[in-house]
């Protein structure tokens, strides 16, 4: 006997339900790293554990634990909170440096910086650098690397 | 209070942090609330610009916009990674974002909503040129992405901060 048999069956559901989606999103985003095909890509997929996967799973264990110590815990918030705020600096960091990698490689397949953006639109008129007056502002699907 | 507290918010957040993390007691109050207001004034000492935070409202409703749209798009994601990208028919793409924030702190909460709602990946944010170089998982029209962007969240960021 557990503290968590004390836990009633509807609570129980609901508790398993958010476990298992939180996980299940988790998991698709885990699949979705391997599987995409580009960079740009799969800069995609761990977002969704980072967001609604932790949430779910976080969601869980604060009914669990408001529950069985009968008061509400709020500690999940802080985890949370911290997860939100702290994706966005590690995925801007991966993001910028494939775009350095990639505009220094060249190939044409991600738009240039907007330094050099604004400059290819002036030589436009000019014709100095037809390469940068060509390279259209967005793109279709990129084609970056496997 | 000014001089003592120059990021009140920042000091607030910080107590409530340090009583959830430990259990509540005057003795971590204490400290906790030492440990808050020093952070505040070496804070102040980095960054003198005080968030001013214009309409509360405004910013509730942002949260809750957000939060319908983060369910919606794990949903729309998801569905894509099981069909796997509707049998290959899905592009990404960029797309350069023409932005009209530019104060640090609503830039920073606009990140944090475009990283948290998958399908979009915030590349870049070019301070001079005031635009942004997003990255969308499922492109079907840039037009709508720019209004989107412009209309949905912009536009309450703009309205919350002065």
Known sequence: ?146 | MRRLLPHPLLTAALILMWLLLTRFSLGHLVLGSAIAVLAGLSLARIEPETPRIRSWSALFRLVAIVSVDIVRSNWAVAQLMLTNGRHGARTSAFVVIPLRLRDPVPLALLAIILTATPGTAWLEHDREAGTLLLHVFDMIDEEEWRVLIRDRYEALLMEAFA
Do not use: N
Request: overall charge neutral; charged content about 15%.
């Open chain 1, 1 to 146: 006997m557990t503290a968590l048999d004390s836990l009633p069956p509807w609570l129980m559901a609901l508790v398993a339900f958010f476990l298992v989606l939180g996980s299940t999103l988790t998991l698709l985003g885990a699949f979705g790293l391997i599987h995409l095909k580009s960079f740009y890509d799969r800069i995609h997929a761990p977002t969704l554990g980072t967001s609604w996967g932790t949430a779910a799973i976080l969601l869980a264990s604060l009914l669990t634990w408001s529950w069985v110590q009968d008061r509400v815990f709020v500690h999940e918030l802080v985890i949370g909170i911290c997860v939100m705020v702290t994706t966005p600096v590690t995925l801007m960091f991966l993001g910028r440096a494939a775009l350095h990698r990639d505009r220094a490689e060249g190939g044409g397949a991600v738009p240039p910086a907007a330094a050099a953006r604004s400059s290819a639109d002036e030589s436009m008129s000019s014709d100095s650098d037809p390469k940068a007056a060509t390279l259209p502002t967005t793109l279709g699907s990129e084609k970056v690397r496997p």
